[in-house]
């Protein structure tokens, strides 16, 4: 079954506003929970990866105060896209990561779309 | 630099064997994945190789060199559904994984 909790899955927003995308760990303690980005017919993108308790670590070219990440607890991180433009429209997507050599689960990803 | 190296893009017969194959140049190495994602959906996991050989997963297989830095996915009797995109990726010496673009995989009837 699903070890990862994405929600929501869509979400349609005005130019403007703020957009929050929860992801929950179902069944371990995820003590590393990264966030991608994949715009259609390209890879997966890092964006940054955040440990329980401490800042997030942002990619080069991602910018910290748009795309805001809280890792409050070892079983759930967010995403905050704030004012959220048409150029951010993309699958973005969560993923955890267990013991060192475990893989990495997905959530099952949030299709933004800014208007 | 990190790269990894994957086909962009393969096609197969229904019922057919294809092989993906994955070349790295990673700093360090602690395992290679190969995960399946459908368009439009969050990628699944399909296996992990940490020691030489192969790994046989049911209808899947993965195979691994550490010394060739190579890897491959094997497929068998496919069927329609496993048309997907299939990612390549390294777990480096910071455990930080690196992505391969993926492989695009068109089965047709």
């Known amino acids: 079954g699903a070890v990862v909790s994405q929600h929501p899955s869509r979400v349609i927003c005005k130019s403007g506003t703020s957009v929050k995308i929860e992801c929950r760990s179902l069944?371990?303690?995820?003590?590393?929970m990264f966030w991608y980005r994949q715009f259609p017919k390209q890879s997966l993108m890092l964006m940054a990866t955040?440990?329980?308790?401490?800042?997030?670590?942002?990619e080069q070219g991602v910018e910290k105060d748009k795309f805001l990440i809280n890792h409050a607890s070892l079983t759930l991180s967010t995403l905050t896209v704030t004012s959220a433009h048409p150029e951010d429209s993309s699958f973005y997507i969560c993923?955890?990561?267990?013991?060192?050599?475990?893989?990495?689960?997905f959530g099952n990803g949030t299709r933004l779309t800014v208007t | 630099g990190q790269n990894i190296d994957q086909p962009t893009e393969m096609t197969a017969t229904e019922g057919a064997i294809v092989q993906i194959n994955c070349t790295y140049q990673?700093?360090?190495?602690?395992?290679l994945f190969w995960y399946q994602q459908h368009a439009g959906e969050a990628p699944t996991f399909l296996s992990y190789?940490?020691l030489d050989g192969l790994e046989e997963k049911g209808r899947f297989s993965s195979f691994l060199s550490r010394s060739k830095g190579y890897s491959y996915l094997l497929l068998k009797e496919l069927q329609m559904k496993d048309s997907a995109s299939y990612l390549c990726?390294?777990?480096?010496?910071?455990?930080?994984?690196?992505w391969g673009a993926g492989t695009k995989l068109i089965i047709k009837p």
């Open positions: 993923s955890l990561k267990g013991r060192e050599n475990s893989p990495l689960h």
């Open positions: 069944d371990f303690q995820a003590t590393t």
């Open positions: 955040s440990n329980e308790g401490s800042k997030a670590t942002y």
């Open positions: 990673t700093s360090g190495f602690n395992g």
């Open positions: 190789n940490v």
């Open positions: 990726a390294v777990l480096d010496s910071n455990y930080q994984l690196i």
